[in-house]
């Protein structure tokens, strides 16, 4: 008989096995008796814990967006130079989709978005925060004189998240066949030098943790 756990903890179990089986058969395949199975509780002992499935998903989003917030907030809080907070916060954003690998298939899924527009905007904000916090730090870096001026900032920050939209995206069709962090360290080398517009200088992978 499979052990009762206070309603927290049950939940906490419940989510994280809707992550987890989501990066397994994708999120817009997931099903309810499929996360119950994974948990040892039939579908009506998952709906005590959240009423309906698009409860569930919103209670996923709301899951990686602390995680998320929490990390680039450490980031931010850091002293020393605008580019290796820079740097620190790709390296967080890659370090959590290694962690939780089904986040960009949440993030990008066209079903869950066209099905629940509360999941659309809540993940538009998060993304919005992430493109603001990223700009913010290019900024900084052009006031110290270590980046270009003439390069809008809100277009470099679009395009350094687009690096690390990508590599994830790639990543995840080689069968996660290389380092994410290593080989997003060196990408973003290349584009912190197109910043600088200087010749590409490596970063220290240091710099990403």
């Known amino acids: 008989m499979r052990r009762r756990l206070p309603a ?3 939940r906490t179990e419940i989510l994280e096995a809707a992550m987890r089986l989501a990066d397994e058969v994708g999120p817009d395949r997931l099903t309810v008796e499929a996360i119950a199975g ?3 509780l039939t579908q009506p002992g998952v709906f005590r814990h959240f009423p309906a499935k698009q ?6 989003a709301e899951v990686i967006a602390e995680r998320m917030t929490t990390a680039w907030d450490d980031v931010l809080a850091r002293p020393g ?3 290796d907070r820079l740097a620190g916060l790709i390296g967080a954003q890659l370090r959590l989709i290694q962690a939780t690998p089904a986040i960009p298939a949440i993030l990008f899924s066209r079903e869950l978005h066209v099905a629940n527009d509360g999941l659309r905007e809540s993940f538009l904000a998060l993304m ?3 493109h603001g916090a990223v700009a913010g730090e290019i900024r900084r870096a052009q006031d110290a004189g270590a980046f270009r001026r003439d390069l809008a900032a809100d277009d470099a920050a679009f395009l350094l998240i687009g690096l690390v939209q990508g590599l994830a995206v790639r990543w ?3 069968g996660r066949a290389f380092a994410l962090e290593a080989e997003g360290a060196r990408l973003l080398s290349v584009q912190l030098g197109l910043l600088r517009g200087s010749s590409v200088a490596p970063v220290d992978s240091e710099a990403l943790a």
């Open 8 to 10: 927290g903890q049950r």
């Open 38 to 40: 994974a948990v040892g």
């Open 55 to 60: 409860a569930i998903w919103e209670a996923v």
């Open 81 to 83: 130079e605008p580019e």
């Open 128 to 130: 919005r925060r992430f």
């Open 172 to 174: 995840s069709l080689t």
